[in-house]
């Protein structure tokens, strides 16, 4: 038989797999009659780089994942690389298994890794026993395992601790996301939290091709192979991502404030002239409707729309007076206007008048009540429904710097004078708020996602995202110069993108060698609007137009590409972005999902105990747990911290200052 008849024999008996047609190209190619001592010579010559060899490594993963092993044991033979090391491989077959124990002995047992890394992945791999047990229900089981884990914690006061009080605590709870998920889910985010801890050598992330392409495409589907294989170019934009497509001009007098209404219909605009202009939005453009009758002066400092797109709330700036007013949307006549407390104009100082505000409005009822508040002691809550403007609630020695009230109508994020976010609400007796994040600095400003579960702050130095979850710092962002060495400016930032994972803010024009040598403000740099993605901490791109400071930014709620900026040139600057450049996948915010390709979620069965001795065992075990830990996602859990302390005769912690480092 011939070479070609046993070709096709092969083909006709099943499938021929990539390594024996490799193999069958091989025999057939004059190279192979050369001499093996010279093959291997040449094979020994072959010198790849990192990259080249990072490549073949996901390569071969790729191929051993559709089922290709043939084809791997040939590339892995004639390169002499390994996709991972078989302690790695063991330890993820073990972790999908839910063998957790198992994951530990492999990972003491790996020579390839330092001991503090080989310590904290097992660690972690407890913690996954931990949440794996709770989900099972066994409870018993949880707590020896958290037992056995307490020296651990107490030994190590940083990493550990933190980590045992972001993810133990919370999935001991119940209720939780680690609740209802299934096993396999479960199990496969665990995984990949431990693969970003394990060196890349050690095991590699599973997936990585196709996560790479996930971040350039998108989702995986048949429309889009023809983009792996050539580059459209009838698609790519040509020229820079943004253009001015309107500019307005207001009267020589600066604009420090720009804010949509929340369905993206209305935008409101003002500032140094306390007059407040209505806008209408279309196709991405803006057409002036008119003005609001100010009956109070001072500079404007904050704008506000309700949730009805009913009322609009107008603030001046900490070292202005400037009433309080609320605005009725359709009539564009003044509903009311508040101060922290009423007398003669002539004798009123700066603690009378609010410097910050925010609207609750309930879901269910609609009801609509007010947070006002200033940075010299006064916080007070008005319902908007009752025909008087004495408020409902007051709190003293608030020092609040700025307001966000949450959608649910109960909540409220304060700014207050010790560089603090802290999450508060109306509703409960006390308030007595928690602590989602403190600065060094002083913070400035400070604007929440959409998604209501992340917070940017606006520091002296720079731009901070926080989790409001877990109250962890999520990145930093620098770039945007927004303070003098004796000025401070309050500038507005804004989310936006196609899928709300893009920052946006102003800066202000920075001294240039002219500037310094003629003392001439005219002659600084002008100010850009500039953009992130939450995945950089450098700046994506920048737009420039604005002659001077650029004071506020606002992105449209519901279109990507447009964006609204605002600044000392007096000018309002209409911005067109292209989608593409804001529609990039993120790993720290999901991305939204349109309400119609949501699918039903199943609620979980729940299984009642046989024994009524064992179902009244797990409720005491359940509220023991709770009193010992916090009740919510948002309460302090400072007091078991205290205990755990104590225990362990450790120092006390400095919860809002940094500990000292030893010399």
């Known amino acids: 038989m011939t070479q070609d008849e046993n070709t096709s024999g092969k083909s006709k008996k099943g499938r021929v797999s990539v390594a024996q047609r490799l193999q069958t190209n091989a025999q057939l190619s004059p190279r192979s009659q050369d001499d093996p001592d010279e093959r291997e010579t040449e094979r020994k010559q ?42 790695g491989a063991r330890i993820r077959s073990n972790i999908m298994k839910g063998n957790y124990d198992a994951a530990c002995d492999i990972l003491e047992q790996a020579r390839d890794l330092p001991q503090e890394t080989s310590q904290n992945a097992g660690y972690i791999i407890q913690c996954f026993k931990l949440a794996d047990l709770v989900r099972k229900g066994r409870y018993f089981d949880a707590l020896f395992t958290m037992k056995s884990m307490a020296p651990i914690v107490f030994r190590d006061e940083s990493k550990n601790m933190e980590y045992f009080d972001s993810f133990v605590k919370d999935i001991m709870l119940g209720g939780n996301r680690y609740q209802h998920l299934d096993s396999v889910t479960e199990r496969e985010s665990q995984l990949t939290f431990l693969e970003e801890l394990l060196p890349s050598d050690f095991i590699l992330p599973q997936n990585r091709l196709k996560s790479i392409l996930n971040k350039v495409h998108g989702p995986a589907t048949d429309e889009k192979a023809s983009k792996l294989l050539r580059d459209d170019t009838q698609s790519t934009p040509k020229g820079p ?6 500019l307005w001009e207001h009267r020589n007098s600066p604009i420090y404030c720009v804010k949509f209404s929340r369905n993206g219909k209305l935008m409101a605009s003002g500032g140094r002239s306390n007059l407040i202009t209505i806008w209408e939005t279309r196709s991405g453009q803006l057409k002036r409707l008119g003005e609001l009758s100010s009956i109070t002066e001072g500079d404007i400092g904050y704008m506000e729309f ?3 797109n009913k009322y609009i709330l107008v603030c001046g700036g900490a070292s202005c007076k400037y ?3 609320i605005f009725d949307v359709a009539s564009r006549v003044v509903c009311r206007t508040l101060r922290v407390a009423v007398g003669h104009d002539d ?4 603690g009378t008048y609010f410097s910050c505000a925010t609207f609750l409005t309930e879901p269910l009822t609609n009801r609509t009540r007010l947070v006002a508040g200033n940075e ?6 008005y319902d908007l429904n009752i025909d008087s403007n004495a408020p409902i609630r007051t709190q003293g020695g608030f020092r609040v710097r700025c307001l966000y009230g949450m959608k649910n109508g109960d909540f409220f994020l304060m700014v207050d004078a010790l560089n603090r976010v802290r999450l508060y609400s109306i509703s409960a007796e006390k308030m007595e708020g928690t602590t989602i994040c403190k600065e060094e600095v002083t913070i400035i400003n400070m604007t929440v996602h959409p998604s209501e579960k992340f917070v940017l702050t606006a520091t002296e130095a720079n731009l901070r995202l926080w989790d409001v979850r877990n109250h962890n710092l999520v990145r930093v962002f620098t770039g945007a110069c927004q303070r003098e060495e004796f000025n401070r400016y309050s500038i507005h930032s804004s989310f936006g993108g196609v899928h709300q994972q893009f920052i946006a803010t102003g800066s202000i024009g920075k001294e240039s060698d002219e500037s310094l040598r003629d003392n001439d403000k005219s002659k600084r740099k002008n100010g850009r609007v500039v953009i992130w993605s939450v995945e950089e901490s450098r700046p994506k791109f920048e ?16 279109d990507p590409t447009m964006l609204v900026s605002c600044g000392d040139d007096s000018t309002i600057r209409v911005w067109s972005l292209n989608r593409s450049e804001t529609s990039d996948y993120s790993q720290v915010i999901p991305r939204r999902i349109p309400r119609n390709q949501k699918k039903q979620k199943t609620e979980p069965k729940v299984t009642e105990p046989v024994l009524n001795t064992k179902q009244e065992l797990m409720r005491s075990l359940r509220e023991q747990i709770k009193n010992m830990s916090t009740k919510n996602d948002f309460e302090t859990d400072l007091k078991m911290e205290q205990l755990w302390i104590q225990r362990a005769n450790h120092p006390k912690w400095a919860i809002d200052e940094e500990v000292p480092q030893p010399m």
């Open 323 to 325: 009433n309080l007013t």
């Open 46 to 87: 072959m010198d790849l780089g990192k990259y080249d060899k990072a490549t073949i490594r996901i390569i071969a993963q790729f191929l051993d994942n559709i089922g290709l092993q043939n084809s791997v044991e040939a590339l892995v033979e004639e390169t002499g690389f390994t996709i991972e090391t078989s302690a």
């Open 241 to 246: 991502p943004y253009r001015q497509i309107q």
């Open 376 to 381: 010299l002691g006064a916080l007070k809550v």
């Open 543 to 558: 737009l420039i137009g604005h002659k001077g400071h650029v004071n506020g930014v606002a992105w449209h709620p519901k």
């Open 347 to 350: 004798n009123l100082d700066l």
């Open 306 to 308: 309700c949730q009805q």
